[in-house]
């Protein structure tokens, strides 16, 4: 039986595992800043020296007379050093005591372990040798998990560069998506994709935000399986975020040619049966789980979490990812780590030993339930046929969140753009039919009238 820990009411298909109960201390912890706190917690769940360490990585590489100075960790060449580098991440080198590694876990299928932290691509990264990416190598994040169009399509020529001059390429692994989801695209996209990346092949490819199971034929199968005999891609699999992911994951537990998926999964959706019937069936088929989207919608936090909180833990960012991580049917989550300070403090909740308890799995459904009518849970299959207008909330909604949240506005414009020239007429629209559909009570109307304000100004 996996190790499936949630909330005693979480209503999940494994709700008989066992439930491991830690007390939450009494002292009251110090009022702070965001960022006192998060440095508070950071440093108790990291080794100060390797704290200092990561937290000066912001001048660990730079330019030097117009020239890159390349950190210790990847010596005078740029090529990875250190006994960690030969399993793919680790050491900062010799004379360097070793660091924390991230946990690993198996991949489904694929046999591979990875690292149950993974770099998420959709945000700028430097063209020329990215300091994030070498920082989250150095503490065994070697996994990059790229796109043909994060960035404005810079994502992969970024991943190009890092790899090509840090020589770590045969310790990396890369994974990268498709937005053409029909057989000649694919193809396409992948050979274009290896062009940008500068490799000969990629660890795994997907089918990127798949909202059709139909994609998934023998036409496709056909590309995929030359591909994989080609050596250009050693494994394939596909994201989703939909209202249809229950409906998606089951697809893929009966397609054996689907290595792995990536999916939407948060602390908002444990108690959802269909979805745990789904990720069981996957894990009964070896099909490997990756959670993205683990933050559910960061707005939604605002400082309701306070009040929840188990006083001197974890951030809330943090909290949520070791809630994805207690449940082993996921590998992994890849996160949105365009920060120093992100990286640090989720590397720091990978690391730390200690698992959640029960107050704090009650924390989170206590905070789940307080906040639910902030969050969209991507479920626009209710709310989108309530609303007279060629729109598309799910989307649009999603957008708005890379805006608000993530810090990511030029990309978010972007994509509102690439939307069907109707479908980006919000302004005006009567979204009072998608606020009663919506059968978790999030305000349609007020975030899709913030969306107009942001994307038709």
């Excluded at 491991?20 to 440093?43: G, I, L, M, V």
């Excluded at 250190?82 to 900062?92: H, I, P």
């Amino acid at each position: 039986m996996t190790n499936h820990r949630h909330s005693k009411d979480c209503g999940c298909a494994k709700s008989t595992a066992n439930h491991t109960r830690t007390d939450a201390p009494d002292t009251k912890h110090p009022q702070s800043t965001r960022k006192e706190e998060a440095d508070a917690n950071n440093e108790r769940l990291l080794k100060r020296r390797d704290l200092l360490k990561l937290g000066a990585a912001a001048g660990g590489i730079a330019l030097v007379d117009g020239a890159l100075r390349v950190p210790a960790a990847f010596g005078q060449d740029g090529a990875a050093k250190g006994a960690g580098a030969a399993q793919g991440a680790g050491s900062s080198g010799a004379g360097e005591e070793d660091i924390p590694q991230v946990p690993r876990r198996v991949l489904g299928k694929t046999g591979v372990d990875i690292p149950i932290l993974l770099m998420g691509g959709s945000m700028d990264l430097d063209q020329r040798f990215d300091p994030k990416l070498a920082e989250a190598f150095r503490f065994g994040v070697d996994y990059i998990d790229a796109a043909d169009c994060y960035a404005g399509g810079t994502c992969e020529t970024a991943v190009g560069a890092f790899h090509t001059r840090a020589k770590n390429r045969k310790n990396l692994w890369i994974t990268s998506k498709s937005d053409r989801h029909d057989p000649v695209g694919f193809e396409e996209t992948v050979n274009t994709s290896l062009e940008k990346m500068k490799t000969d092949y990629v660890d795994m490819y997907f089918l990127h935000g798949l909202k059709d199971g139909a994609y998934l034929n023998n036409d496709l199968l056909a590309v995929v399986e030359r591909l994989k005999k080609e050596g250009k891609i050693k494994f394939f699999g596909f994201s989703c975020h939909d209202g249809n992911v229950a409906e998606l994951l089951q697809q893929a537990a009966r397609t054996p040619w689907v290595d792995s998926v990536m999916f939407r999964y948060n602390f908002r959706k444990y108690g959802d049966q269909e979805l745990n019937q789904a990720m069981d069936a996957c894990v009964k088929s070896n099909v490997g789980l990756i959670a993205m989207k683990t933050q559910s919608s960061e707005a939604s936090f605002a400082d309701a979490w306070k009040k929840f909180a188990q006083p001197g833990k974890w951030t809330k960012h943090q909290a949520v990812l070791k809630a994805v991580w207690a449940d082993d049917r996921v590998s992994a989550a890849v996160s949105h780590m365009d920060t120093f300070e992100k990286l640090k403090e989720n590397i720091a909740a990978a690391v730390d030993k200690l698992d959640m308890g029960q107050a704090d799995w009650d924390a989170l459904e206590n905070y789940a339930q307080a906040t639910r009518r902030h969050a969209c849970d991507g479920c626009d299959h209710f709310c989108n046929p309530a609303v007279d207008a060629p729109v598309q909330i799910g989307a649009t909604i999603r957008y708005l969140m890379y805006h608000d949240s993530y810090g990511n506005q030029d990309e978010a414009r972007k994509l509102f753009r690439q939307l069907p020239a109707e479908a980006q007429k919000i302004r005006g629209v009567d979204f009072s039919g998608a606020n009663r559909a919506c059968p978790h009570g999030f305000d349609v109307a007020a975030h899709m009238r913030r969306a107009a304000d942001v994307f038709e100004a």
